[in-house]
């Protein structure tokens, strides 16, 4: 396979060395600058590039992209909420069971991204719901930025009248006419670990969207912050308190540049277990595969599902001291830089992993190829959900698997069927 690298703007964060060595590992590459090319590994805007109707570039069977034309109706963070909240809606018209509601006006099964009003459009909305609760405190993050860029907290409407063109009529216009924002309510309880905040970053390789399937990568992170964690309103400013990005807590005075302020899934999984116990933390991830597996079936309609595409999501989930996760966003693009050694290990095998799903045994891309890979080449990852598998095992599969029934296990025998069925998730 070449690459054209005078062609291809490498995405910025990645390490091009550990991409090009594992290429080569596989006796796949010779980067050239005037050869045919047939694996891309670009960035987002080169995929917009790359799909324009303008540039007319129309690829072959045996090529293949690192992102969905519009993977932006998941990763951008006002396009997920929007789908999250149509999917809800839709399957509350369907009356679906996995759209009840408790007695509260709450869904019960699908209550896992925090309030959020995408501004300026909701300005009016986020101002009635403040006034229902003026000491709860809301996160503001630009839509289309990363890394933490341009975030910050709130706790009184005076700290965005400064962005109100006419107070009088409470019409809310951002600084750019181009820049739009979300504004959250903030996780103020998330559960600490030795006094500080964290969140977990979790990739999940989606083959298809339609039949959906996707892959959960079992050696995923929790990233700490370098100050511990207080709800006090004094500290609101102090992004070392509240962010968890490394691009953000990398610059703090106690950043440790041996661990990075990381702690591995398993770690995770381990003081959980002996601290709140084994069904808790079973019980914990297995909501957060809910949640994964919830918000790609609400984009899944609206996604270009070209047949010559895969992507790898980094997920980012917060859990609170009730021990509830919440998701907070999607990157398309999650950093594969290495900012410790544990973390070169980890996102090469993530890389080589991820291209051995992609492109099986190291052949030719055949963007026809039915995309189930055989369970000894899937290395670190593990099958989340297979859409065509869950529709055989019957339409309820969903809601007995979220209020924990039995729908079978790998290796053994539904009760109800009397014939194997594979388990996707829990």
């Known amino acids: 396979i070449r690459i054209m690298a005078g062609k291809v703007k490498w995405v910025t964060d990645i390490e091009k060395s550990v991409l090009i060595n594992n290429f080569e590992k596989r006796g796949w590459i010779q980067v050239a600058e005037n ?100 000491s709860s405190t809301w996160i503001m993050k630009p839509c289309g930025k990363a890394q933490g860029k341009g975030i910050f907290l709130i706790n009184k409407l005076s700290q965005i009248k400064k962005w109100s063109r006419d107070s009088k009529t409470s019409s809310f216009v951002s600084q750019s006419s181009k820049e739009a924002y979300v504004i959250s309510l903030y996780i103020n309880n998330p559960l600490l670990i030795g006094g500080k905040k ?86 914990l991830f297995d909501e957060i595969h809910w949640i994964i597996v919830q918000s790609l079936k609400a984009v899944a309609p609206v996604m270009n599902n070209d047949k010559h595409c895969f992507e790898c999501y980094g997920y980012d989930i917060i859990i609170d001291d009730k021990l509830k996760p919440w998701l907070i966003e999607v990157n398309a693009s999650p950093s594969l830089t290495s900012s410790t050694a544990n973390d070169r290990i980890l996102k090469y095998n993530l890389i080589n992993d991820t291209l051995n799903i992609a492109v099986p045994n190291g052949e030719i891309p055949d963007c026809k190829w039915n995309k189930s890979p055989p369970k000894e080449v899937l290395g670190n990852y593990e099958v989340l959900y297979d859409e065509e598998m869950a529709q055989s095992d019957g339409p309820d ?30």
């Open 397 to 426: 599969r969903d809601l007995r698997s979220r209020s924990g029934q039995s729908t079978g296990t790998k290796g053994n025998r539904a009760r109800d069927s009397g014939k194997p069925v594979l388990t996707t998730w829990k």
């Open 35 to 134: 050869e045919d090319w047939n694996f891309y590994w670009m960035s987002v805007q080169t995929i917009r590039n790359v799909f324009s109707v303008e540039t007319g570039y129309r690829l072959s069977d045996d090529q293949i992209v690192n992102h969905f034309p519009n993977h932006y109706e998941l990763t951008r963070k006002d396009l997920m909420v929007k789908n999250i909240k149509r999917y809800r809606k839709e399957l509350e018209k369907e009356g679906s069971p996995l759209a009840e509601k408790d007695e509260n006006g709450k869904y019960i099964y699908l209550d896992f991204v925090p309030v959020t009003f995408m501004l300026p459009a909701d300005y009016n909305l986020f101002v009635e719901e403040f006034r229902k609760n003026p």
């Open 198 to 283: 964290f969140d977990l970053r979790l990739y999940v390789l989606v083959s298809t969207y339609r039949p959906l399937r996707c892959y959960m990568y079992k050696l995923g992170f929790c990233r700490f912050c370098t100050v511990k964690y207080t709800p006090s309103t004094s500290e609101l400013d102090n992004m070392f308190v509240h962010l968890t990005n490394v691009a953000i807590q990398k610059h703090g005075d106690d950043y440790n540049h041996i661990h990075g302020g990381k702690w591995t899934v398993s770690n995770l999984r381990l003081y959980l277990e002996s601290t709140r116990g084994k069904e808790v933390t079973n019980k």
